[in-house]
């Protein structure tokens, strides 16, 4: 069906700019060659589609957030440490790392969603948490940095 209007408008646009009878054809000619090229790489796509490559990329890309979330929310509960050491509790929030005990604490994951900080009303135990690919807190794929450890990551 796309083809069919690709093709009548590429002939009514090479009519309207006057092109000659002899390089029209040879012009349709180059548009079945393409339409074989476009015939070749929609199989191709639909091959890699029936056989999970795109599941796959997607599975990679998912990882490579998670791993870069970990580092920073290791790299942030490492700051919360040394905090802890200075002050004797956790601080209230993650904006009091700056800029003492970090330059720039990150504020989102890699999903681009704000990590989330709590801490007990002794301040003598946190929970950093990043929502994870879903966006949402309090589900499964959540992940959780919890007193200088993860306690809830992807496997
Ligand atoms: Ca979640």
Not at 13 to 19: E, H
Not at 114 to 131: A, G, M, R
Request: hydrophobic share 35%; glycine share 4%.
């Amino acid at each position: 069906m796309k083809k069919c209007l690709l093709s009548s408008i590429m002939i009514l646009l090479l009519v309207a700019c006057g092109v000659p009878k002899e390089e029209f054809a040879k012009l349709e000619k180059d548009v079945e060659y393409l339409r074989k090229e476009v015939d070749e790489i929609s199989k191709k796509i639909e091959l890699m589609e029936s056989v999970g490559v795109f599941a796959q990329l997607e599975r990679t890309i998912q990882t490579e957030k998670a791993v870069r979330t970990m580092e920073d929310m290791r790299t942030m509960g490492e700051a919360m440490e040394i905090y802890q050491i200075d002050f004797a509790v956790y601080p209230d929030n993650i904006d009091q790392l700056h800029p003492d005990y970090m330059r720039e604490p990150p504020k989102f994951d890699a999903w681009d969603n704000e990590f989330v900080y709590k801490v007990s009303s002794d301040k003598q135990n946190y929970e950093l948490i990043s929502k994870g690919p879903d966006g949402k807190l309090d589900t499964e794929d959540d992940i959780v940095f919890s007193d200088g450890q993860f306690t809830k990551y992807p496997k």
